[in-house]
Antibody
Framework: EVQLVESGGDLVQPGGSLRLSCAASGFTFSTYWMTWVRQAPGKGLEWVANINPDGSEKYYVDSVKGRFSISRDNAKNSLYLQMDSLKAEDTAVYYC?????????WGQGILVTVSS | DIVMTQSPDSLAVSLGERATINCKSSQNILYSSNNKNSLAWFQQKPGQPPKLLIYWTSTRVPGVPDRFSGSGSGTDFTLTISSLQAEDVAVYYCQQYYSRPFTFGQGTKLEIK
């Protein structure tokens, strides 16, 4: 059974940093693209970033470029999102998702709150 | 970036009736290798992550009831629920996966009339 479990969410002050993790199981992690998607409270879905199977290709939405960094550790079956210079508008539930063409499996999400 | 625009924003349909949700892309999303449009539909129920229903415009994910169907071409796409059931109450999103960032529509909230 495919499972994706996010962790690392927290309340952080504007300008602060946070690192999200996503532990994957039930599939061969090292062969799939992986994606982070976020959802602000009461709002729609926003694609944030994705990474190819060996970690050599990374893509970001413009609003997080230069502040967020996606990475993975295939030996640990884990996906990460390093978030720096956080802003209030980054407040959201962050989902990791497996990308088989499109997003076929999702984690339950983790809440990140940016507030003073 | 490709903008995905859904209509309506909300929809109320009686049980057993048809529900139709539209999605329009600002650009072509036709994947030339298979001549299919890179369009997916997701269902999100309160407190849950989104669930993939349909990809390549009309290919249903195994296990998704056949009352859900997708269609469309060019820049106009449709999700149809042929006979609404109570468990279909949710927000539905379209998404293009043709060009990064892989943008979503703003969502359509489907309720029971």
């Amino acid at each position: 059974e495919v499972q994706l479990v996010e962790s690392g969410g927290d309340l952080v002050q504007p300008g602060g940093s946070l690192r999200l993790s996503c532990a994957a199981s039930g599939f061969t992690f090292s062969t799939y693209w992986m994606t982070w998607v976020r959802q602000a409270p009461g709002k729609g879905l926003e694609w944030v970033a994705n990474i190819n199977p060996d970690g050599s290709e990374k893509y970001y939405v413009d609003s997080v470029k230069g502040r967020f960094s996606i990475s993975r550790d295939n030996a640990k079956n884990s996906l990460y999102l390093q978030m720096d210079s956080l802003k209030a508008e980054d407040t959201a539930v962050y989902y990791c998702a497996r990308a088989q063409l499109t997003l076929d499996y999702w984690g339950q999400g983790i809440l990140v709150t940016v507030s003073s | 970036d490709i903008v995905m625009t859904q209509s309506p924003d909300s929809l109320a349909v009686s049980l057993g009736e048809r529900a139709t949700i539209n999605c329009k892309s600002s650009q072509n999303i036709l994947y030339s290798s298979n001549n299919k449009n890179s369009l997916a539909w997701f269902q999100q129920k309160p407190g849950q992550p989104p669930k993939l229903l349909i990809y390549w415009t009309s290919t249903r994910v195994p296990g998704v009831p056949d009352r859900f169907s997708g269609s469309g071409s060019g820049t106009d796409f449709t999700l149809t629920i042929s006979s609404l059931q109570a468990e279909d109450v949710a927000v539905y999103y379209c998404q293009q996966y043709y060009s990064r960032p892989f943008t979503f529509g703003q969502g359509t909230k489907l309720e029971i009339k």
